[in-house]
């Protein structure tokens, strides 16, 4: 399996700007998560998913964030407008559920809004 | 709620030094204790997991072991490599959900030949 895969790996915009960060979760995984990272706030769990449907989306920050699952091997996280302080690394993860299992870490989306 | 509390670092060591790095938790419930590792530009990669009080977590030359009475979950190596060289997170998750993970702040390991 090639792990949960993440894209853009790094993004520069222009504050206003609409970010949109892209994952692909390991297949047959059927929760997914992001995450933030900055180096004030350690890692943030921002939302996540169950068989596709938003469980939780208590971390994000604010209403320019919006994340979405319209299946079961893709999610997207975007930012509209982005503001300089959204500059972070944005992490994707995905486990197969409930209790005791593990998260698989995507390599993370390094995004800076100048 | 749910916290993770470990050292802050950086943690200093010369080759084939004993390790350390402590972890506490607070956790309504009886949560799945986890280290994870991060290498320079990488995402986060599970190192060992505790599922339940004195388990003990192993892999690669690094053990944890779950304490509940002192509600600790500390990482321990017995002679660490300049390859170890990198950030780890205690996390802890509610079996009762869906695996979310709440981490601590994580502490930077470097480690000198």
């Known amino acids: 399996d090639a792990g949960v895969i993440q894209s853009p790996r790094h993004e520069v915009t222009e504050m206003g700007q609409e970010v949109t960060l892209r994952c692909k979760p390991i297949?047959?995984?059927?929760?997914l998560f992001w995450y933030r990272q900055t180096m004030m706030r350690g890692l943030e769990l921002l939302i996540y998913f169950n068989n596709n449907v938003p469980i939780d989306d208590s971390g994000m920050p604010e209403d320019r964030f919006s994340a979405k699952m319209p299946n079961a091997s893709f999610s997207t996280l975007k930012i509209q407008p982005s503001e300089p302080r959204d500059s972070a690394v944005y992490f994707c993860?995905?486990?197969?559920?409930?209790?005791?299992?593990?998260?698989?870490f995507g390599q993370g989306t390094r995004l800076t809004v100048v | 709620g749910d916290s993770v509390t470990q050292m802050e670092g950086p943690v200093t060591l010369s080759e084939e030094a004993f390790l350390t790095i402590n972890c506490t938790y607070t956790a309504t419930g009886y949560p799945s204790l986890f280290w994870y590792v991060q290498y320079p530009g990488e995402g986060l990669q599970l190192l060992l997991k505790a599922t339940k009080a004195d388990d003990k977590g192993s892999n690669k030359g690094f053990e944890a072991t779950y304490r509940k009475e002192t509600t600790s979950f500390h990482l321990e190596k017995g002679s660490v490599q300049v390859s170890d060289s990198a950030v780890y997170f205690c996390?802890?998750?509610?079996?009762?959900?869906?695996?979310?993970?709440?981490f601590g702040k994580g502490t930077m390991l470097l480690v000198s030949p």
């Open positions: 993860a995905s486990s197969s559920g409930q209790g005791a299992t593990e998260a698989f």
């Open positions: 996390a802890l998750s509610d079996r009762r959900g869906y695996s979310t993970l709440t």
């Open positions: 297949s047959g995984h059927n929760s």
